[in-house]
């Protein structure tokens, strides 16, 4: 069996390559795909800070959900500082620390901010400093609130020894501190364990008491395992055993609370790929069979006139193609695991993930890969040979000279349905105007591709033959060919078009999405913001209160309030079991409306005082909460609390779904630093505003201004776009090799066709001419296809986020689109048929015979 399948792709050299490719670009993709989610499971971030630690005692960083994958949390969620004493009595508990990590900076002698560290987390406690192991001291503790103890490195560069003055910005207050020590190991800044409580706010209010983590040293010769066991059984015995309990590599974990959101924004973007990558792999491979399994109609047909069963001769199929398939695997799960490493690095250079969260790598992804490949190719050929296989053997035969030219009925109404159904998921905009909305205009293209690759044939067959009866008489013999064999071809030109197509469509609806989206929030942005100028302090973790007083206090400044972002989750019931939604929420206060203009639609915005929140007209509806109405949030470091709906507004694509008041947000951030302030100057007063604060930039280390109007105009393009981006790319390469290596070997098995036009005449540049008109109307008819499908869903997405019943976008890209998918399908049809013409009408019909 196996000799026979092999002695059957003799001269089938193009279709051969054609499959090679769609398997090792499928197994490439497959397997970075799974790369991506195994590591959203399993990875871990390098443990570096906590590297002298042997147990790590945290909160959980994120919210349980009974049927989903947990919530991840944005801030630092605290722990009670009295487990540290508990924890440091238990047996083999060398030593116990609480650690407190808050905003610092050091100030250069030239007011230069010095690195020390990340700005937000930059300052501890000087209990911390072992941490990352044991590390030299020079000098002594720091001893009162004026002492600070700095490491090596930014010692060195601030040009300060032990006993030197120093100023250190710290939790947003500037000060001039004594040098008492300089340590060596990681950058850090350490006050007095006492001086850093108070300056990150665990004196008072909400965090009173609390700590960042507890770390724990094992006494010499006790398990770091055993430890970390009685750990966990003294903290649920004194009622806290929802703490998380590291050891080994989930330290690093704990270090960065980034961590959790990194491995679901990985796991959850394999997700969101996996599917358009198996749909491509599947429509590229089985086009690949198709075109190979139609050039071994003929042979097949003789088996079946010979005596083979119609079993016999899908297991011949199944055998051939299994053994081509197998060859290209390895190369293409080796390439698999080089693109998920690029697309890693991709991922954290645009911080869309933590820089230095590692990729996870076993065989798992390889192992699912070739399964899912080796099933995808059993399938499509099984079904590309079934026709054939089930026919009498006499009409397998004499259908085996010309190609069947009657495409399914069932299949094609089965594919208009689901083009229908397309259209009308694509309406999901105009009443949903959310991000998650352009999820359904995406997947509106996805489905129409699908239908178009089923009632791809019947609509080529119809259209060729309108136009080929629309003809005038004086058309030329090799454009009557051209649409004629369009007509009677059906089924191999509507693959074609169905292929070109599908790229012109995922280009078009991809990436008109994400720029539609982009003009949407930034519109919004603009429309919104009354403020003149926008300062911030991203080197000093963040702008302080007393810095947004002293703006305030500026003559000129009619109004400066400072604003953050953080993460609200929604806590609800789906279908009986509990699950959270996870909103992105702007921080203000009542003096909001000062500065923006979210669109307010009930309420008041100037109640944002206490325990008060605001939300946009879609949540309020989803959510079943109107003003007035008292609910239940989950602040960003896990904190449940009961806030009431004060106002409810139209404007979240700009600045989220929840508007939070600064009391409720207030010691619930990891900072406890406003993100920036927005200034408004007084009429009149714009110049005279920018000048005071130009100057506070130029005297104040480390504060930025930036003069564009609300800053909205300098917004950078959000990092999902770029990784969206590229993905899109990566899988149009992909496609449109294929489908150039598929187009070329049905032109190369077109020999007979061409040889007998030959023989009545034709010459081969008539031949070349008719071929090139095919290429032409095969162009043209994917384009077509490609705008047709990704229109209306475009439309209705402009209409919705828009108001214009078009999408946002580069005018290039259609041109663009239109020109690669014209330049592919005439390479890849020319070149195969000029090689296809170099050979003797004689001679071909020599090796039928």
């Known amino acids: 069996m196996l000799r026979i399948s092999l002695l059957l792709t003799r001269g089938r050299t193009g279709a051969l390559v054609a499959i090679v490719c769609a398997v090792l670009g499928g197994s490439a993709f497959l397997t970075a795909t799974g790369v991506l989610a195994e590591s959203g499971l399993r990875s871990h971030l390098p443990v570096e800070r906590l590297a002298g630690t042997d147990v790590v005692v945290a909160a959980r960083q994120s919210v349980a959900q009974d049927e989903d994958l947990a919530e991840p949390l944005p801030e630092r969620a605290p722990v009670p500082a009295r487990l540290v004493a508990l924890l440091a009595a238990l047996p083999g508990v060398a030593s116990s620390a609480g650690d407190v990590g808050l905003p610092a900076a050091v100030i250069g002698r030239d007011g230069t901010v010095i690195d020390a560290g990340d700005p937000r987390t930059a300052g501890h406690g000087w209990s911390s400093r072992t941490l990352p192991g044991p590390a030299s001291v020079h000098g002594v503790p720091p001893a009162g609130p004026g002492d600070v103890a700095l490491d090596a490195a930014t010692a060195a560069r601030a040009g300060v020894r032990p006993g030197d003055r120093v100023t250190v910005v710290a939790a947003g207050r500037r000060a001039g501190y004594r040098v008492s020590a300089v340590v060596g190991g990681r950058p850090g800044v350490y006050f007095g364990d006492a001086v850093a409580a108070r300056l990150a ?147 954290a250079a645009h911080g869309v993930i933590p820089d230095g ?50 495409p399914s009925a069932v299949r094609s109404g089965i594919g208009l349905l689901l083009i229908a159904a397309a259209m009308t998921m694509g309406a999901v905009p105009l009443f949903l105007r959310t991000a998650e909305a352009t999820v359904a205009t995406g997947s509106a293209g996805l489905l129409a591709v699908i239908g178009l690759g089923l009632a791809g044939p019947n609509l080529v067959r119809h259209g060729s033959g309108a136009l080929l009866r629309r003809l005038p008489r004086r058309t030329s013999p090799t454009t009557w060919l051209a649409v004629s064999n369009g007509h009677g071809y059906a089924l191999r030109v509507g693959g074609a078009v169905t292929a070109l197509g599908m790229a012109v469509a995922f280009t078009l609806s991809y990436a008109l999405t994400q720029t539609t989206l982009m003009a949407a929030t930034t519109r919004q942005a603009k429309e919104a913001t009354r403020a003149d100028a926008t300062v911030t302090a991203p080197a000093l973790g963040g702008v302080s209160s007393g810095l947004a007083d002293e703006i305030r206090a500026t003559p000129g400044v009619a109004a400066a309030v400072p604003v953050d972002t953080t993460t609200v989750l929604w806590p609800h019931l789906e279908d009986g079991a509990k699950t959270v939604a996870s909103y992105r929420a702007l921080v203000t206060g009542p003096d909001a409306p000062a500065v923006l203009d979210l669109g307010r639609r009930g309420g008041d915005l100037s109640r944002l005082t206490g325990a008060a929140i605001a939300v946009s007209t879609i949540t309020a509806r989803v959510r079943g909460a109107g003003v007035g109405d008292r609910v239940t949030v989950i602040l960003g470091d896990g904190t449940r609390a009961a806030a009431q709906v004060v106002a409810t507004y139209d404007r979240s694509l700009g600045f989220g779904d929840v508007v939070v008041s600064r009391d409720l947000a207030a010691g619930h951030t990891t900072t406890g630093l406003a993100g920036r302030v927005l200034v408004r100057a007084a009429p009149g007063q714009d110049a005279k505003v920018r000048r005071s604060l130009a100057a506070l930039a130029a005297r104040e280390p480390g504060v930025q201004v930036d003069d564009v109007r609300g800053g909205v105009a300098k917004t950078p393009t959000p990092p999902e776009v770029w990784v969206n981006v590229v993905v899109l790319a990566v899988l149009l390469g992909y496609v449109l090799l294929a489908v150039a290596n598929r187009l070329a070997a049905a032109a190369a098995q077109r020999r007979d066709e061409f040889t007998a036009l030959r023989l009545v005449g034709a010459t081969p540049r008539q031949i070349v001419a008719m071929v090139r008109r095919e290429a032409a109307l095969v162009a043209a008819a994917a384009v077509g296809a490609g705008v047709a499908l990704s229109a209306v869903p475009l439309a209705l997405l402009g209409a919705g986020f828009l108001g214009r019943p078009w999408a946002a976008g580069p005018l290039w890209l259609l041109p663009a689109a239109a020109g690669t998918v014209a330049l592919i399908a005439w390479l890849a049809t020319e070149l195969p048929v000029r090689g296809a013409l170099r050979a003797a009408p004689a001679d071909v019909l020599a090796q039928r015979t």
Do not use: C, N
């Open 201 to 347: 706010g665990r004196d008072t209010g909400p965090k009173r008491g609390t700590v960042d983590l507890i770390a724990l040293r094992a006494a010499p010769g006790t398990d770091p395992g055993a430890l970390a066991g009685r750990v966990r059984r003294a903290l649920r015995a004194d009622g806290h055993g929802d703490l998380t309990v590291a050891t080994g590599g989930a330290r690093g974990d704990v270090e960065e609370p980034g961590a959790a959101t990194g491995r679901t924004v990985l796991f959850a973007l394999a997700g969101s790929i996996a599917g358009v990558v198996l749909m491509i792999v599947g429509f590229v491979v089985a086009g690949a069979l198709s075109v190979s399994i139609a050039g071994q109609r003929h042979d097949l047909a003789l088996l079946r006139a010979v005596g083979a069963t119609p079993r016999q001769v899908r297991r011949l199929i199944a055998a051939q193609t299994g053994v081509v398939a197998l060859l290209p695997l390895p190369f293409g799960v080796a390439l698999g695991y080089v693109l998920a490493g690029r697309f890693g690095g991709l991922l």
């Open 357 to 406: 969260l590692p990729l996870s790598w076993s065989p798992l992804p390889a192992v699912a890969a070739v399964l899912l490949l080796s099933l995808a190719v059993r399938v499509s050929a099984l079904s590309a040979a079934f026709r054939t296989s089930r026919m009498p053997a006499t009409e397998a035969v004499a259908e085996s000279r010309a190609e069947p030219r009657e």
